[in-house]
C-alpha cells in the first residue's frame, strides 16, 4: 500500500532536491517510492492496451496450412479461419507468400502481407466479437485491396465495427487498389453502454457475386492510452531523474563531512 503524500509545488521540489540532507532524503524517498509505483501502473496499463483485440488479424495462425491452390476453405485446406467466423454462401480462404499457393487471388503485388484473406461474392463476410471497454478510444488499422486484373476492378470491400444498435466504426464501401495493399486507418470512441456483442466485419459489398474478390491483412483495433497516463509516465520520469541527482548530491556531501 502506498502512503498517502503531498504534493509539492515546483519551487518546493527543486528545494527538497537541492538540500541534502537525512530528513529530505527520506521526504524523497517516500515521494518517489509513490511516483514509481502509479507510473507503473499506468505502464502495464497502456501496455495492455496496446495488444491489438482483434485475434489473429494476420491471418497467421493456420494461414501456413492452406497448401491446395486456390486456397479456398475446405477440402485439403482448414475448413475455417482461426477466431473468424465466415458468413455467406460464397467462398473465402487465405492466400499469400507465407502459403505455398502463394497469391491466386491477391492484388498485383502483395508482399506487404505474409497472409491475407480474401472473400469472394456479394453479401459475404468474415467476423469476429471484440471486448471493448466503454468511454474509450481506439485506433483501427487494415491493409486491403481487391483481385488484380480489369475484369475484378469493380470488386467492393467494407469494414464495419458495431453492437446491435451502434456503428463505432465504417469504412464505407469502397474500391480498394488492385495494384498493392492499401493502409486504411480510422478511429471511433465507444459510449457508456453497449448493446449486445461487438462484431468486426471485413465484408465483399462488390455489386455481383463471381469472381469480384476482396482482401484484408493485418486487422487492428488497438485502445488508445489516456492523456493522464502518459502525463503521470512522464511526471515519474522527470522526478527519478531528480532523485537520481539528490541522491548523488547527498553521497558527495556525507563522503565530504
Known amino acids: 500500500m502506498i502512503n498517502r503524500i503531498t504534493v ?27 511516483i514509481v509505483a502509479a507510473a507503473g501502473l499506468a505502464l502495464g496499463t497502456n501496455s495492455a492496451q496496446a495488444a491489438s483485440l482483434v485475434l ?6 493456420n494461414g501456413a496450412a492452406f497448401t491446395t491452390d486456390p486456397g ?26 507465407g502459403t505455398p499457393i502463394d ?16 472473400i469472394q461474392g456479394n453479401g459475404q463476410s ?6 471493448l471497454s466503454t468511454n474509450t478510444q481506439y485506433d483501427v488499422t487494415f491493409l486491403a485491396s481487391i483481385r488484380t486484373g480489369s475484369a475484378h476492378a469493380g470488386a467492393k470491400g467494407q469494414v464495419t465495427i458495431a453492437d446491435n444498435s451502434t456503428t463505432y466504426y465504417d469504412s464505407g464501401s469502397t474500391v480498394w487498389s488492385n495494384a498493392a495493399f ?5 478511429q471511433f470512441t465507444t459510449g457508456s453502454s453497449f448493446e449486445g456483442p461487438v462484431v468486426i466485419t471485413l465484408a465483399n459489398t462488390s455489386p455481383s457475386d463471381g469472381d469480384y474478390t476482396v482482401n484484408f491483412a493485418n486487422v487492428s483495433v488497438v485502445g488508445v492510452p489516456e492523456p493522464s497516463s502518459l502525463a503521470l509516465l512522464g511526471l515519474g520520469g522527470l522526478l527519478l531523474a531528480g532523485g537520481f541527482r539528490f541522491c548523488r548530491s547527498h553521497n558527495a556531501s556525507v563522503s565530504g563531512a
Open 8 to 34: 509539492r509545488s515546483p519551487a518546493t521540489l527543486r528545494h527538497l532536491l537541492a538540500t541534502p540532507n537525512p530528513a529530505t532524503f527520506l521526504k524523497m524517498k517516500t515521494f518517489l517510492t509513490a
Open 56 to 61: 489473429n488479424g494476420d491471418f497467421s495462425s
Open 72 to 97: 479456398y476453405l475446405g477440402g485439403s485446406n482448414p475448413t475455417s479461419i482461426v477466431n473468424w467466423t465466415f458468413n455467406g454462401s460464397g467462398t473465402a480462404g487465405i492466400n499469400g507468400d
Open 103 to 118: 497469391d491466386p487471388f491477391g492484388p498485383a503485388d502483395d508482399t506487404a502481407a505474409s497472409f491475407y484473406a480474401f
Open 126 to 131: 468474415l467476423s469476429q466479437t471484440l471486448t
Open 182 to 186: 492499401q493502409t486504411v486507418a480510422g
